[in-house]
């Protein structure tokens, strides 16, 4: 199909995540769908973002990234509007809050959308949104109408996150030694300190403690290596650092770990872990209660509670054929349900829709 229109992505910054995943899938997917994309955002020195023809930086930062600038916020809004009037855009398609506020002010006459990759405790601004809005599961979309007031679902779309299937390697459970896997940014909400504590109770229980291959980094990860020294967990737990393919250093697993006490929308770790075979343990968010289902897909335990998912770790370590099944249905779930294809088909298609009116 012949790309029609200009769908300009707009995001405050783009240097890891799944945010940068799902923005750049949605690039490279939509011109076959009839949509030519642009992608404007700030990205750190040497992201491949930077020699990308369609990105536009936008100076929201300083050079580390670490504080935002109004001086370069100003920047940015004229570069924004220079942007949408040369390249003639069609569709604003926002990914942040701040990119909400930067939208309005650079590019109103588009039509704009906006996609709630996560979720604060409140929405702030609410005549900043727009009326179309895309949420990755049925449980963000509930919980952002409630919190923009919207009595109807009306302009409010569910589309899932998508990716291709990879080939099946063999990154599932051998059945030897049970080890899991723990995949996240080092923050005390993502939750890992519950699963040290949950090792630590089933090595004082008397039974034998699985390994846990940790990758991610943060302001946690001291006090969390210290508390493995202190409970004698140093030679169970491996933190490896940050990985750009985390999936490519993992030794086989018995299942990947989701500790998250609140949930930044929809996590790519899991859908691509449960497209590898790999079955998800994680906490009971309701955002999640569409692509973990409890028994079927992998198994869920209540968020913050470290008794429970030690017994759920116990009996994940003990039984590896089951684990195997999970995995097994873990991967058809995401292949009926989670893939790129019907993510690019149904944004395309609202794309349209908003064309239309």
């Not at 770990?257 to 449960?274: G, I, K, V």
Request: charged share 20%; net charge positive.
């Amino acid at each position: 199909m012949t790309a029609s229109h200009t769908v300009l992505h707009l995001v405050n910054r783009l240097d890891a995540g799944g945010v940068l995943r799902h923005v750049r899938d949605l690039a490279d997917g939509l011109p076959a769908h009839g949509f030519n994309c642009l992608i404007a955002a700030w990205a750190p020195p040497g992201s491949p973002l930077q020699t990308d023809d369609r990105f536009a930086h936008l100076p929201l930062y300083g050079r580390s990234g670490e504080r935002k600038s109004l001086h370069g916020a100003a920047a940015a809004v004229r570069r924004l509007r220079r942007l949408c009037s040369k390249r003639r855009v069609d569709v604003l398609h926002m990914h942040s809050r701040y990119a909400l506020l930067l939208g309005r002010m650079a590019c109103a006459s588009s039509h704009r959308i906006y996609t709630a990759h996560n979720l604060f405790p409140g929405t702030g601004g609410r005549w900043l949104y727009p009326h179309e809005l895309i949420a990755p599961s049925s449980a963000v979309a509930r919980d952002l109408a409630a919190r923009l007031g919207r009595s109807d679902e009306r302009g409010m779309h569910v589309i899932p996150h998508g990716l291709r299937l990879p080939d099946l390697a063999d990154r599932a459970d051998s059945g030897r030694e049970p080890v899991f896997a723990w995949i996240g940014r080092l923050e005390e909400q993502k939750g890992l300190t519950h699963v040290l504590e949950a090792l630590a109770m089933i090595g004082q229980s008397g039974n034998n403690v699985p390994g846990l291959e940790v990758i991610g980094e943060g302001t946690e990860r001291a006090a969390l290596q210290r508390f493995c020294a202190d409970r004698g967990l140093e030679s169970r737990v491996r933190f490896h650092g940050w990985c750009a393919n985390p999936f490519s250093v993992l030794p086989p697993v018995r299942a990947l770990l989701f500790s998250s006490l609140r949930l930044d929308a929809m996590p790519y770790t899991n859908l691509e872990a449960m497209a590898r075979g790999i079955p998800v343990i994680a906490t009971d968010l309701a955002v999640l209660d569409e692509l973990v289902l409890h028994g079927e897909t992998g198994l869920r335990y209540p968020a913050g509670d470290a008794a429970a998912l030690s017994v759920t770790l116990r009996e994940a370590a003990g039984t590896s054929d089951r684990m195997r099944m999970l995995g097994a249905a873990a991967r058809e779930h995401i292949s009926r349900h989670f893939t790129m294809e019907r993510m690019l088909r149904e944004t395309a298609m609202v794309y349209r829709q908003l064309l239309a009116e």
